[in-house]
């Protein structure tokens, strides 16, 4: 989010998720294992901060634990940015709330808005500097808020470089995007194309057509913006417009699977695409993105 972005969106995106459906932890079921590692790690350090509020901190902070293993580390911030466990013992006691990646995407606000939302936990991605290394790389990170006895409240959190996508990824940002959405209607069109916002990292962005099969928004495609895609095929034929429509008609939201090249390639690659139909202010609207399974 850019300091043109509406303030109040972030109050209705927390009050607007809630009206979203959730998937229990059960059902939830991640492709890759560094993915359940990581959502482990930190499920169990909040659940320590926790049982033993501050008194947890020493133990999160021990180098070799698993709290602090390769380049995975537990940090923890209060919901102003504060830091209290950081691999870094130089951030520990700072205000790390206006942090941003090198693109100015303000990653340390969007830890504190997914804490405060109804699962109280989420992911955020943004490129920094891997330790060791001189060029921002791609990072994942999943936090979780934890309530300590003595009543105060923290954001538990880890993240990894380079992770490969899951389709809880794509759900989220879809979800984040509807609420947008539908608080906004088109004037939150530029947000989602914005570098600085949530809505676009690695090869993923958030994509919006009409019901007319007229594209509203396409990052990285900003030609393909006010073109009709209702014929558009992959290399197999496949009308892919097309069939996102009959899904969120049936459904109202699911997964399409395609060809379709990355960003700046030509050779097609296996992609899902997760798809939801919303309609605003009376206006139907198709909102997704897709994730390369390759």
Known sequence: MNRSTPVVWVLGLIAGL??????????????????????????????????????????????GSRWRS??????????????????????????LGELKDPSGKPFIQWFIRKALGPTQSGWTHYRWVKPGDTLPQWKTTYTKLANTPSGAVFIVG???????????????????????????????FPILKDKT??????????????????????????????????????VNGKYFFREFFRVASEKGT????????????TIPSAKSTYIRKIVVRGIPYLVGTGIYRD
């Not at 809505?199 to 993923?204: A, H, L, R």
């Not at 099969?213 to 895609?229: L, S």
């Not at 699911?254 to 390639?265: L, M, Q, R, T």
């Open 70 to 95: 390769g380049d995975l580390y537990i940090f923890v911030i209060d919901l102003k940015g504060m830091c209290y466990v950081h691999e870094d013992r130089s951030l520990v006691g700072k205000n």
């Open 18 to 63: 809630a009206c979203l459906p959730t998937v229990s932890a059960q059902q939830e079921k991640f492709r890759h294992a560094e993915t359940i590692r990581l959502v482990d790690v930190v499920s169990d350090a909040a659940a320590l901060v926790r049982q033993k509020g501050e008194a947890a901190f020493p133990e999160l902070m021990e180098k």
């Open 197 to 234: 916002s949530e809505f676009v990292y690695k090869d993923t962005y958030i994509f919006v057509v009409d019901s007319a099969f007229v594209v509203q928004v396409d990052p990285p495609f900003p030609g393909e913006e006010g073109r009709n895609v209702r014929d558009y095929q992959d």
């Open 254 to 265: 699911g997964w399409v699977d395609y060809s379709w090249p990355k960003p700046g390639e």
């Open 158 to 188: 880890a993240g990894l470089y380079n992770m490969r996508m899951e389709r809880a990824f794509a759900v989220e940002a879809v979800d984040d995007a509807v609420v947008l959405i539908r608080q906004m209607g088109p004037r939150a």
